[in-house]
């Protein structure tokens, strides 16, 4: 097992290097260790280990990224559009991809990039193998331009990234959509840069009732 | 007196003034050819150790129609034109001399007298006396400001309005959120709302007795009402979706406002007595940032129809629809000046910078007011002759006041944290 988590990873870095030039994704959020917040709605993380076993045991929501990255896998792990789901659910990537938690935008542009469908992919089967689990989307804009035509654009890449999750599965009654615009950005610097790191949208695993 | 001189007496006077306010002014640019005015501080009582003058004075510096000389200059302290000595004020620099008293009567209310004159003292022009209630005073001195702008310009001064804005602070680290107003001259400000949450999209109604707004304090979009008086807050929408961009219709009856509950953000009409909605843009694009016609009977607003934002105007009964902006591919966040005659969008100039651009509405010429890289949300003033906007400086949000014809500007920063959003309230009354 540990020999083809390895080989998954070699593959998934190599392709990453090849796409870097060319690609909006920036990885993986960091998490601000002292921001408390992204921890209020989230049910209890297992350990990755217990992942493994999702059909057999009782659905929780996946684990998110946390401060200090308790992870048998070492390295700063990607998603790709050509990392595969296997069916029995191959815990050690389809981990790594329901960890990506964010999906960024051109400026103006709705349209979800390739690089995320992995990601996108493994968040689909996995809500769609827990009905019970619901998520919450929440759209983002740099801050360039009017707030409440940011608004509606940051509602714009999330209902376009709900879209895809509903295509793929998942039941509506699941989704939730939010936008924010340009009030909530990741970084405040007015350059590029920050820029296309506040064009995004979040996905949260929220309670499972509505 | 150097230029530098009198820029730094009128900086120590908004200063003064200023203890509780947050914000302050900063003359940026005035041409030469203001009209010179010596108000004379007034006589008699001074509230608030503020003298009547000197408020008078500020004002009509702030309107960059008029240049005041400094009172250190003047020869004497005539409280009335029977008082000026005869031949004394031949040859002050100023054609217009302001004198004035202010007394308190023995029921706690103030009196007020003043004269404008001219040619020396020779002439009088205006000359009025009137009473206020205790907690009006400085109403008085804005008053008194704009009886003589319209003396002098022929139109209504806008020395007794306030401005709505957004305020963005800091406490333990975390970003916080106060809905605010104050005096133009950034005076007498009251917090309406704190939160820990975003507030967007302030507007008065036609009354100025209640505000709108848009605030996240639900974690989702929702619009508030708010009156003045009793601080009292309703919920007006908070559909799935967007609830945004609430505007007054100029009979205070109707509320124009942004929601996306249909399937993506289209503009509808609410009547305020029945709550009941009437959808007006029906279209895929984002259709959102609604403002009225005076005739109440269109809406302008940003639609990205044409593949980027853009202004239209729309007929409410009918739904004709026409685009109003060809210049460039952004222009959004349209306000209409009270005359009908301008319209002022957010305009995009460069690849990344942003600039209030004016566009004629009769002849269709459009100009660029602003020259600073991120500005945004014009509001006019009721006399439709300035713009308020917010703009920054270096890095942090400020609120910029720039007359329509460009020659006079200053700067609102906040003194505590950041501001944005701001709109000019109508006339008080």
Redesign the interface.
């Known amino acids: 097992m540990n020999i083809k988590k390895i080989a998954k990873i070699t593959t998934v870095s190599m392709l990453v290097a090849s796409m870097a030039a060319c690609s909006t994704f920036r990885g993986p959020r960091p998490i601000d260790p ?1 921001d408390d917040s992204q921890f209020e709605n989230l049910p209890p993380a297992p350990a990755v280990e217990s992942i493994r076993g999702i059909s057999e045991s009782a659905p929780e929501a996946p684990e998110t990224g946390s401060a200090n990255l308790d992870n048998p896998i070492q390295g700063n792990v990607v998603a790709d559009s050509s990392t595969v789901i296997n069916a029995d659910g191959s815990a050690g990537s389809m981990a790594d991809l329901l960890k990506v938690r964010v999906y960024y935008f051109g400026t ?1 542009l709705s349209d979800i990039t390739a690089i995320a469908y992995g990601s996108l992919n493994a968040h689909a089967g996995y809500l769609s193998k827990n009905p019970n689990l619901r998520v919450q989307l929440s759209g983002h804009t740099d ?7 940011n ?3 940051g ?2 890449r999330a209902n376009a990234v709900a879209r895809y999750l509903v295509t793929n599965g998942v039941n509506p009654s699941q989704i939730s ?5 340009k ?2 950005p990741v970084d ?1 610097g ?1 350059n ?1 840069e920050a ?1 296309s790191k506040n064009r995004r949208v979040e996905l949260d695993y929220v309670s499972g009732n509505p | 007196m150097t230029l530098l001189a009198r820029w730094m007496s009128l900086a120590l006077l908004c200063i003064c003034g200023s203890a509780q306010a947050d914000l302050t002014i900063e003359i940026t640019q005035r041409l030469d050819d203001a009209t010179p005015i010596a108000v004379v501080p007034f006589t008699g009582i001074e509230a608030e150790n503020t003298n009547t003058g000197s408020i008078i004075r500020a004002d009509l510096d702030r309107s960059g129609t008029f240049r005041t000389l400094d009172p250190a200059g003047l020869p004497g302290r005539p409280g009335s034109s029977a008082e000026m000595l005869p031949g004394a004020w031949q040859n002050v620099a100023a054609d217009l001399v302001v004198v004035g008293n202010a007394g308190k009567l023995a029921d706690g209310r103030y009196s007020f007298r003043y004269e404008l004159l001219k040619k020396g003292g020779l002439e009088r022009i205006l000359s009025e006396s009137f009473t206020v209630d205790a907690s009006r005073w400085r109403d008085a001195a804005h008053y008194i400001s704009d009886r003589i702008y319209k003396q002098i310009t022929g139109e209504p001064g806008v020395f007794a309005t306030k401005i709505l804005y957004v305020n963005q602070y800091k406490r333990d ?1 975390r970003k916080r959120y106060r809905l605010e107003l104050s005096d133009v001259d950034g005076e007498r400000q009251v917090t309406l709302l704190d939160s820990v949450e ?1 507030i ?2 302030p507007t008065w109604s036609p009354s100025a007795r209640q505000v709108a707004y848009v605030s ?1 304090e639900s ?3 929702a619009i508030f009402v708010q009156n003045l008086a009793t601080r009292q807050r309703t919920k007006l929408t908070d559909f799935a ?2 609830n ?2 609430p505007a007054w219709s100029p009979d205070g009856k109707r509320m124009a406002l ?1 929601l ?1 509950r249909d399937g ?2 289209e503009l509808y009409v609410m009547d305020l007595d029945s709550r009941q909605l009437t959808r007006v843009t029906n279209n895929p694009a ?1 259709d ?2 609604p403002r009225w016609t005076s005739d109440g009977k269109s809406l302008i607003f ?1 639609s ?1 129809r044409s593949g ?2 853009q202004i239209y105007r729309v007929n409410i009964a009918s739904g004709d629809t026409k685009r109003l902006t060809f210049s460039g591919n ?1 222009n ?2 349209g306000d209409i000046s009270p005359n009908d005659r301008y319209l002022a969008v ?1 305009h ?1 100039t460069g690849a ?1 910078s ?1 600039a209030i651009g004016i566009q004629d509405l009769n002849n269709g010429v459009f100009s660029i007011l602003t020259d600073t890289p ?1 500005d ?2 014009p509001s006019f003033s009721p006399n439709s002759r300035m713009v308020v906007y917010a703009t920054r400086k270096g ?1 942090m949000g400020v609120l910029g006041i720039m007359s329509l014809d460009g020659r006079f500007k200053l700067r609102l920063p906040a003194v505590d944290g950041e501001v944005r ?1 701001p709109v000019w309230s109508p006339y008080l009354r």
């Not at chain 1, 959509?177 to 615009?181: L, N, Q, R």
């Open positions: 002292n103006n801050e360039r331009g009017t707030r409440e035509y608004l509606a654009l509602e714009r959509v939010v936008s924010y615009g009030e909530k405040d007015s590029e820029w | 680290g975003p967007l999209s996240f974690r989702k979009p979706g967007l945004g961009a942004t996306s993506n953000p984002i959102t940032e940003t990205d980027g934002p952004f959004a966040r957010v995009q990344s942003y991120l945004e949300s890095r959003e």
